[in-house]
């Protein structure tokens, strides 16, 4: 006796989601822009963060543990360093970066 087919496809994701790059999906993640804000300057902010000392210095020790070289890790990087933030720490940051703006 034949089974029915069953479908074990993974669900579709929205696919403006997938169209929206990791960085601007960081960024919103941890509340440090819009989820309107452009693509190039949702990128413009990301640089100012990656060049913040402080997202440095915790970019730094999360790349110790393994060797981070291409680019998509340096964006992980970048993630895992703002998660290990505390709320006050992102505040902090987040008005650094609206005074670089300026």
């Known amino acids: 006796m034949k ?4 479908n ?16 601007h999906r960081i960024l919103v993640k941890h ?3 819009e989820k309107t804000l452009s693509i190039p300057d949702a990128y ?5 963060v990656g060049a913040d000392p402080e997202v440095r210095k915790l970019r ?5 543990g393994n060797k981070m070289k291409h680019v998509p890790a340096l964006y992980l990087a970048t993630a895992m360093a703002l998660q290990g ?13 609206e005074e670089k703006r300026v």
Not at 3 to 6: A, D, E, G, I, V
Not at 85 to 97: D, F, G, Y
């Open 3 to 6: 089974h029915p087919r069953q």
């Open 44 to 48: 413009e902010v990301f640089l100012k």
């Open 8 to 23: 074990k496809r993974a669900p579709q994701t929205h696919p403006s989601a997938l169209a929206v790059p990791s960085y």
């Open 31 to 33: 509340d440090l822009i």
């Open 60 to 64: 730094r020790k999360v790349a110790r």
């Open 85 to 97: 933030m505390t709320k006050q720490e992102l505040e902090a940051l987040k008005l650094r970066i």
